[in-house]
């Protein structure tokens, strides 16, 4: 207890934050201690102000805290919700992309020794990001798939997010084991066009089949057709310039398949899950 | 009015039929389906989340048809889900997990957010936890972070399976308590195998078994079917469908009594029992 008190011109200014400095200083070290100037106080508090305030601390103090590649998309002008669904993207976890990076850095290295790899390098390229955007919407990789889609959240936006952060992270992957080929040629970018056609294939699909199953089947139809053709040598039928328009095709296709369906399509639910 | 109404919906995977033929109505409070496991309860409820479409049948919820994409949209920004495996991003701490559902259910206004995210917290009693990692979490807190995200939003319908599976007794008399509070003034359809959730908790249920709603009622009828084939006894009775020894050191016996049985009142078990065991039994439709 003390004897000392603030007289009411000092408890006004204060209140208004309009006290110097030094009073300012003075004001909150006593009122911390004396029970009746904070009673003398309160009347002149503007408690919109307090609650406002005291809302900023509390968002401040237990908000959550956004991980790098968050702060990254904030800055880029991604909205802070849609950076947060982007970062919870299984497919973006380090094992993965290490392991993503791993089948191609050994495809490209047995290419420097073996024509016949340099091909099948072609094969495997698109099925990196394939591959992503299946594990993006995987049940046993997504905890939180059946809440997702439960959530009035468009199914289709969430994976048309997610297969966009994982082609932003597996291309320039895949291109840079696509510049570690021997020789410099056409065949380190042919694998683009092919993983855009079959990406937007299989995204269509989704409106029939579940996510995986689409990629899954998209994925074995790429292999069945290109695989054979690369040992045979002649893969310039996948990937060649014919093909490079095909795969243009299926891209702008599926896309407009997409936006057409975009209100109607159900994202479905495997029973696994 | 119901909130809930399934009727004659029919759900397979493959060859395998998980509902045949179900109709179910629910409306304000707590209604419970009651079954074993793979009887088809969570196909049900998880038809009942919109989260899949019956083969056959009609479903109503809220009042729409989820069957339309418009509809189904407007039911779930009125949904609460608590799948039976609900999953978490193990990374994130509470709070973030429950903020990014909340992102889910298009709550993008940050500030507005958050601050549901805290009601929520505050709801289910987690503020002690809300900074924590999830993976630290023991699964009764884990199983209260998933309740926390179903009740974003104040939903008009809120569907739980199995919410309180795995929890021990204390943790099992919170959950009680929570779901009861959050039936009052709308419609909770949870799943158990657990008849004492039920009893203590549904005014309606529902008996699911091999894909078919064996019944509907309330639990006091459900249990009168059961009257007059309990009985104790000083042994296990050949003719008891199922028996068990007391604490008390008398055995319970559930099925046909013999002449002069001493019959004592039957519990919701008892009559869940007679039900499962009885396939051919009839039984009531209220």
Known sequence: MTAW??????????????????????????????????????AHVDTRRVEAIWQ???????????????????????????????????????????????VLALAAWAAQFD??????????????????????FAGGLDPTREIGLAAPYSGLRLLLIRTAAVLAVTVPIVAVAGLALPGSNWLAAAW?????????????????????????????????????????????LAVGIGAQLFWLAVAIGGSLWLAIT???VTIKLGRSA | MSTVR?????????????????????????????????????????????????????????????????????????LGYLPQDAGFHRGFTVFEFIDYVAILKQMTERRARHDEVRRVVALTGLESVSAKRIRALSGGMRRRVGLAQAMLGDPALLVLDEPTVGLDPEQRLRFREMISH?????????????????????????????????????????????????????????AALAAWRTGEGAYRNVGDPPAGAELIPPTLEDAYLLLMGEPELEVSHS
């Open chain 1, 262 to 264: 975009r209100h109607t």
């Open chain 2, 182 to 238: 959050a039936g009052e003034g709308r419609t909770v359809v949870m799943s158990s195998h657990q008849t004492e959730d039920i009893t203590a908790l549904c005014s309606r249920i529902a008996v699911i078994h091999q894909g078919q709603a064996r019944f509907t009622g309330t639990p006091a009828e459900l249990t009168a079917q059961a009257a007059g084939r309990v009985w104790t006894d000083t042994q296990r009775s050949p």
């Open chain 1, 192 to 236: 683009l066009l092919p993983t855009a056609g079959l990406t937007c294939a299989a995204l269509a699909l989704t409106a029939r089949v579940t996510p995986v199953v689409a990629v899954g089947v998209v994925a074995m139809s790429w292999v069945l057709v290109t695989a054979p053709t690369a040992l045979a040598g002649h893969l310039h």
């Open chain 1, 56 to 102: 900023e601390v509390a968002d401040r103090v237990d908000a959550p805290r956004r991980s790098w590649p968050e702060r990254m998309l904030v800055r880029l002008g991604v909205g802070e919700a849609t950076a947060r669904l982007v970062a919870a993207t299984p497919t973006l976890r380090g094992p993965w992309l290490l392991a993503v990076a791993g």
């Open chain 1, 115 to 136: 024509e016949r790899f340099l091909q099948m390098f072609l094969v495997v390229a698109p099925l990196g990001p394939l591959a992503g955007v299946a594990v993006a």
């Open chain 1, 5 to 42: 008190h603030l007289d009411p011109e000092a408890i006004r200014l204060y209140a208004q934050g309009a006290a110097p400095p030094q009073l300012a200083a003075s004001a909150e070290a006593h009122l911390m201690k004396c029970a009746a100037c904070r009673d003398g106080i309160s």
């Open chain 2, 6 to 78: 399934v009727h004659g919906a029919s759900k397979s995977f493959g060859r395998t039929k998980a509902l045949d033929n179900v109709d179910l109505e629910a409306g304000p409070g707590v209604t419970g389906l009651l079954g074993p496991n793979g009887a088809g309860k969570t196909t049900l409820l998880r038809i009942i989340a919109t989260v899949l479409a019956p083969d056959r049948g009609q479903v109503t919820l809220l009042g729409r048809d989820p069957s339309r994409p418009d509809e189904r949209t407007a039911i779930r920004e009125r």
